[in-house]
């Protein structure tokens, strides 16, 4: 069957889609409450790999990195972003700084696949100033973390009320893939899965064995 129209399509798609990722830094990382941190730190380094291996646009932002407040993205995954700039807020709320904004829309894409912590607010504000402004934002939900269990929980309910679609780093690998046949992609789209591990890719690494 042909291929739809990849910048067109309804569905993600690596012609379509960008990828957000917001304070993945010390202090957010480990105040996470809603889910462990090991899971949170392997799952959006899978989100990042995957947006990697299929082209995807990237914008990385960390709030008071300058200010000597904080310290800069978790190595885990600033590793996986060699090459991306870091933009750095003093804002809460990244749609209100210019120069993030200045770069989400730089990507040319109206699909943003976000991910941000924490839940309660640096991702539910950008989510709704971006769907106020006509984007269609898929809030990773499994790359994602508030203080507790209720605000993380709260906050993902508010954002899929105002129109979010939330989705998993799995889901969307899936969805960039799509196909078996498209086999330019199906070596990396594995191998992320491996990588990962905890989804299906321990599958895979078992019936190698």
């Known amino acids: 069957m042909p291929r739809r129209d990849p910048e067109a399509d309804h569905l993600l ?24 941190t090991g899971d949170l730190i392997g799952n959006v380094v899978a989100l990042a790999r ?43 709320n990244s749609w209100e700084d210019r120069e993030f904004v200045d770069a989400v829309k730089a990507t040319g894409r109206r699909k943003l696949i976000i991910g941000a912590l924490w839940t309660e607010a640096c991702l539910l504000f950008p989510t709704l100033d971006a ?12 790359a994602l973390g508030g203080t507790t269990v209720e605000s993380h929980r709260s906050s993902l309910a508010r954002v899929h009320q105002a129109g979010a679609q939330l989705t998993t780093w799995n889901s ?28 299906w890719g321990w599958y895979l690494t078992f019936t190698e064995s």
Not at 131 to 142: I, S
Request: hydrophobic share 35%.
């Open 13 to 36: 798609t690596p012609e379509n889609s960008a990828l957000i990722l917001i304070d993945y830094q010390p202090p957010q990382i480990y105040t996470v409450r809603s889910m462990p």
């Open 50 to 92: 995957t947006a990697r291996r299929f082209g995807l646009p990237i914008v990385l932002s960390t709030v008071n990195v300058e200010t000597g407040v904080n310290e800069e993205t978790v190595p885990q995954l600033r590793g996986e972003l060699s090459g991306i700039p870091s933009i750095d807020r003093t804002s809460i």
């Open 131 to 142: 769907l106020r402004e006509g984007y269609e934002v898929y809030p990773v939900v499994d």
């Open 172 to 199: 969307v690998a899936c969805e960039l893939q799509r196909d078996w046949a498209r086999r330019e992609t199906v070596q990396d789209f594995v191998k992320t899965a491996k990588e990962q591990g905890d989804a």
